[in-house]
């Protein structure tokens, strides 16, 4: 009796509030599919109507079909999770699966009716890849939605004591780093599917110079947490080694390293890292670091833990704070900048944070690297 009662109990406001939330982007991921046929339809007809001849028209039975089984595709492979349940790699792992699953299905059903006239693959091609990134961003912002709503959520609900009121800048803390992590992740992953064929261009120039394309040094992140920061290979596979002949022998490069913790005239470099340096090509795997959340576009330089220990009592400020790709000493100097500056720059940047400097912080980037200021 208990149980049947309990299955018949009215919906309170935050499980209609769920269910509506998921509907509503159940029936966004329609209309991108949609709207998608028709703008690869769009794109077809600029770019191979010279190539193919006669234009083609969209199949609308084929599309009706891939959006409703989209209906029951999507939710199967778990593309509308409780939120906060998965990661933001998994969901859009999942939403990107499960959108290939559904235009399978999609083609072994025109080749199972046996059409004489088939539809043009351009089009199918461009419809896959405009709607899969569409969906991708769809899925990522929603999330990115959820975080700063359920952070926002747990810091009003905790109430209005004394003791509460004592802890409003912690919580305050709290919103701002969902805010920064929305941002992160929406334009991280925008940044990834637009970079892709970058990335891989380097990767493969890299791989061709000997050793793997990317490698990863631990580096401490927000509350002390170890992480792999990642970078396209810039130096010679044994650069450990040659670091230790080359200190051992050379007074001056040992002083150089012994304060700022790098070199100027690093002989470890590679041809090709020299180039991946100057233009900050070698740091672009770190978008992934952004999207797994051990980093943020904008934040603190990553550093050892053996740095950690140069930066004395500030370092509860660098704890605080999740080290990012550029931050305010790239756009003050970069490597021209001596130790002692980028440490209160540091400081600098993680007590006065906003997301309007971050932006500023990144416009400034773009200028700097294309200068190449600063940069070796």
Aim: a positive charge; one cysteine or more.
């Amino acid at each position: 009796m208990r149980t049947a009662a309990a299955k018949h109990r009215p919906l309170n406001a935050t499980q209609w509030g769920r269910n509506m939330s998921e509907l509503v982007h159940r029936a966004i991921d329609i209309a991108l599919i949609v709207l998608g046929a028709f703008g690869a339809l769009h794109l077809n007809l600029s770019f191979n109507v010279a190539a193919v001849g006669p234009a083609h028209q969209l199949d609308p039975t084929l599309v009706a079909f891939v959006a409703a089984l989209a209906l029951s595709v999507f939710p199967a492979c778990g593309t509308y999770p409780p939120r906060g349940r998965h990661p933001v790699a998994s969901v859009a792992g999942r939403t990107a699966f499960a959108w290939l699953a559904v235009q399978l299905c999609g083609l072994a059903l025109l080749y199972a009716i046996h059409r004489d006239n088939v539809i043009s693959m351009p089009w199918f091609i461009y419809w896959t890849l405009t709607t899969g990134i569409s969906l991708l961003a769809s899925h990522t912002l929603f999330f990115a939605q959820f975080s700063v709503a359920r952070q926002a959520t747990a810091w009003l609900g905790r109430g209005d004591t004394d003791h509460d009121l004592a802890e409003t800048e912690p919580h305050t803390g709290s919103i701002r780093h969902a805010v920064k992590r929305a941002f992160d992740i929406t334009l991280g992953l925008t940044m990834i599917l637009a970079l892709l064929p970058l990335l891989a261009l380097v990767a493969l120039v890299v791989k061709l110079d000997g050793g793997p394309s990317i490698y990863g040094h631990t580096r401490v992140g927000r509350n002390g947490e170890k992480f792999r920061c990642l970078k396209f290979r810039s130096m010679v596979v044994n650069s450990q080694q040659v670091l230790d002949e080359l200190l051992a022998s050379d007074p001056v490069a040992r002083a150089e390293w012994e304060r700022e913790f790098k070199l100027k005239n690093d002989v470890r470099v590679t041809r090709i890292g020299h180039f991946l340096r100057r233009t900050s090509l070698d740091e672009l795997p770190q978008l992934w670091n952004v999207v797994r959340g051990e980093m943020s576009l904008v934040g603190p330089r990553p550093i050892t833990a053996q740095e950690l220990e140069r930066y004395g009592a500030h370092s509860k400020y660098y704890l605080m704070a999740t080290p990012g790709i550029t931050g305010l000493w790239q756009v003050s100097g970069r490597c021209e900048t001596d130790y002692a500056t980028r440490v209160m720059l540091d400081v600098k940047y993680v007590t006065n944070w906003s997301l309007r400097a971050d932006i500023g912080i990144l416009f400034k980037t773009f200028f700097v690297v294309i200068k190449g200021n600063g940069a070796y």
